[in-house]
């Protein structure tokens, strides 16, 4: 029933096909959040006693690192292709503090760092991440075989890796330039500014003014958009930039990797400064 409603989603909003649509507007609008503002409200929650729980013991922000450090050095590090998980505190450098989430992160700790078990702050955070990270793949899925490029996400287990990742942006955050993200599809779940987000579709010759804030059918709509492992497909990452707002915001991103992937040596439209 879930399959043919995500099934439904993309027939209905794919008037072109998905490829053509990426290339025209460089994202795709899903009106099917999932959860309302609410999970994502409590989900901020849960980052922020997080936030304060490490910034208060570095010890345990300590135990973290030494985890994330020895996960990224197991197998299961493959499935996602990337080095990105765990805490990373930027308040000081970037005016940012994110979060990158990953199930087999979550079960790598609890199978090797019982003592995670104790912490509440660590419990509630990472049992909501599982619980909101967990109907996405679905999208993934839907969208690589609406590409025809399904094999991308081949591997031993079922669902395609997801990175879900909790960004807070602090008054001090600056941007200055866009980028494109390592991933094979991006999805924007849920920001409390959903203005701040410029995106371009992808074009050889990126100006300022190609950027904008998509207009959207409903404020709790979702975005998907081509990160940049996808480009052996003929298909560009989108570039896009979190501009600076003076204020204090939230928002969750769920990233699908690629199993086993090389990074090709691929270089992209050069990108311009804000
Ligand atoms: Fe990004």
Redesign the pocket.
């Known amino acids: 029933m879930f399959i043919i409603f995500i099934l439904f989603t993309f027939q209905s909003l794919c008037a072109i096909p998905l490829a053509e649509q990426f290339k025209q507007t460089g994202y795709l609008e899903i009106c099917d959040k999932k959860y309302g503002i609410e999970k994502f409200d409590s989900l901020y929650a849960h980052f922020d006693k997080l936030i304060e729980f490490l910034q208060t013991n570095p010890v345990w922000a300590q135990k973290l690192y030494i985890a994330k450090e020895r996960f990224i050095r197991s197998k299961a590090k493959h499935f996602y292709s990337t080095d990105f998980f765990s805490f990373y505190d930027e308040s000081t450098t970037r005016g940012q503090i994110s979060f990158y989430y990953s199930m087999h992160f979550h079960e790598f700790i609890y199978t090797n760092y019982k003592e995670f078990k104790q912490v509440p702050e660590i419990i509630r955070f990472f049992e909501i991440c599982l619980e909101i990270q967990k109907p996405y793949g679905d999208i993934f899925n839907e969208a690589a075989n609406e590409l025809g490029i399904k094999t991308i996400f081949s591997s031993k287990l079922e669902q395609p890796p997801i990175l879900f990742k909790i960004i807070k942006y602090l008054p001090s955050y600056i941007a200055t330039k866009p980028?494109y993200?390592g991933t094979a599809f991006?999805l924007f779940l849920d920001s409390t500014d959903n203005q701040s987000l410029l995106l371009s579709s992808y074009k050889a010759l990126l100006k300022i003014d190609d950027f904008s804030s998509p207009a959207r059918t409903t404020q709790t709509s979702i975005l998907l958009i081509p990160g940049s492992f996808l480009s052996e497909f003929s298909i560009y990452p989108t570039p896009?930039i979190v501009t600076k707002s003076g204020k204090t915001r939230y928002a969750t991103?769920a990233f699908a990797m690629r199993p086993n992937y090389i990074s090709q040596i691929t270089k992209f439209a050069t990108l311009p400064n804000f």
Request: hydrophobic share 20%.
């Open positions: 980028h993200d991006s896009h991103i």
